[in-house]
């Protein structure tokens, strides 16, 4: 089964950092261009970050751009946001998600896991 | 506020057919990017309905189709039944931003 599970949400106050983690399973991770897509309380989709199989092509939302990285370990088949100097704007649920065709570091996100909740508060 | 802009709602009865439309402009839809689609039932994660402006993933039932013209896109949905209200979300890339890929603010369908 295709599946991703994210882990490492929680309550941290701003300023803070905190670190997720998606543990891929049910398909070959490393072909395959990953993406963090966030959701606040209510609101709708914002696209966050997303990297290339290779981690050659990597971009971020102008909101996350200086505070956020993302990365990828393909010998474990895992991807991570370690998220810095977080804002209250910050919190939300965070999935992570493949994209459907291999040849594009972009496009169409066909496997999503669960999601995080991050929520950064005093 | 996002670059790509759809109704907040959007309502039909069962039976019937509803559209959601998703506007964008040169530097998005109007630059040949392709749009995808995703559903959203309560307390779920995202689901990919249509991909590449009007393909559907296998399980996508084909009462759900997409069309892309000049700088927008649409959702149909026909045949409307009562799980198919939901948040619905359309997505593409943006040359313009640095951060390019974008997300529409989402519209929610309630069946009448």
């Known amino acids: 089964e295709v599946q991703l599970v994210e882990s490492g949400g929680g309550l941290v106050q701003p300023g803070r950092s905190l670190r997720l983690s998606c543990a891929a399973s049910g398909f070959t991770f490393d072909d395959y261009a990953m993406h963090w897509v966030r959701q606040a309380p209510g609101k709708g989709l914002e696209w966050v970050s997303g990297l290339s199989w290779d981690s050659g092509t990597i971009a971020y939302a102008d909101s996350v751009r200086g505070r956020f990285t993302i990365s990828r370990d393909n010998a474990r088949n895992s991807l991570y946001l370690q998220m810095n100097s977080l804002r209250a704007e910050d919190t939300a649920l965070y999935y992570c998600?493949?994209?459907?065709?291999?040849?594009?570091?972009?496009?169409?996100?066909?496997?999503w896991g669960q999601g995080t909740t991050v929520t950064v508060s005093s | 506020q996002s670059v790509l802009t759809q109704p907040p709602s959007v309502s039909g009865a069962p039976g019937q057919r509803v559209t959601i439309s998703c506007t964008g402009s040169?530097?998005?839809?109007?630059?040949?990017?392709?749009v995808h689609w995703y559903q959203q039932l309560p307390g779920r994660a995202p689901r990919l309905l249509i991909y590449g402006n009007s393909n559907r993933p296998s399980g996508v039932p084909d009462r759900f189709s997409g069309s892309k013209s000049g700088t927008s896109a649409s959702l149909a949905i026909t045949g409307l039944q009562a799980e198919d209200e939901a948040d619905y979300y359309c997505?593409?890339?943006?040359?313009?931003?640095?951060?390019?890929?974008?997300f529409g603010g989402g519209t929610k369908l309630t069946v009448l």
């Open positions: 040169s530097s998005n839809i109007g630059a040949g990017y392709d």
């Open positions: 998600a493949k994209v459907l065709k291999t040849s594009f570091w972009y496009y169409a996100m066909d496997v």
């Open positions: 997505q593409s890339y943006d040359s313009s931003l640095s951060g390019p890929g974008v």
